[in-house]
């Protein structure tokens, strides 16, 4: 069975759908993320140097093993030469 058709699968349950669209935003933001240091270029060592820290923060941050500060998310798309911002929609 492929991946695609293992994921198919699992979403005709109406349980593991709604978990799954709980967490499409963190998947998407984590996305984006992976899209700016991809864009820019730069492995994730290049960006801890950047910013200070360590690889395995980096890591951590792109797997969605943190939860990282707003400052954090600010320094980490600086060193990838981006501006972050936050922008709010009604449902």
Not at 26 to 34: A, G, H
Not at 40 to 49: I, Y
Not at 51 to 73: C, D, F, V, Y
Request: with cysteine; hydrophobic share 35%; proline share 2%.
């Amino acid at each position: 069975m492929s991946l695609n058709n293992l994921k198919q699968k699992a979403l005709s349950n109406p349980q593991v759908h709604d978990e799954y669209q709980s967490l499409e935003s963190e998947f998407s933001f984590i996305d984006q993320l992976l899209s700016m240091r991809t864009e820019a270029g730069l492995t994730q060592e290049q960006v801890a140097e950047r910013m200070h820290t360590q690889k395995s923060n980096i890591s951590r941050l792109e797997r969605g093993n943190a939860n990282p500060s707003w400052l954090t998310l600010l320094k980490y798309a600086d060193a990838c030469g981006f501006e972050l911002s936050l922008g709010v929609r009604k449902r």
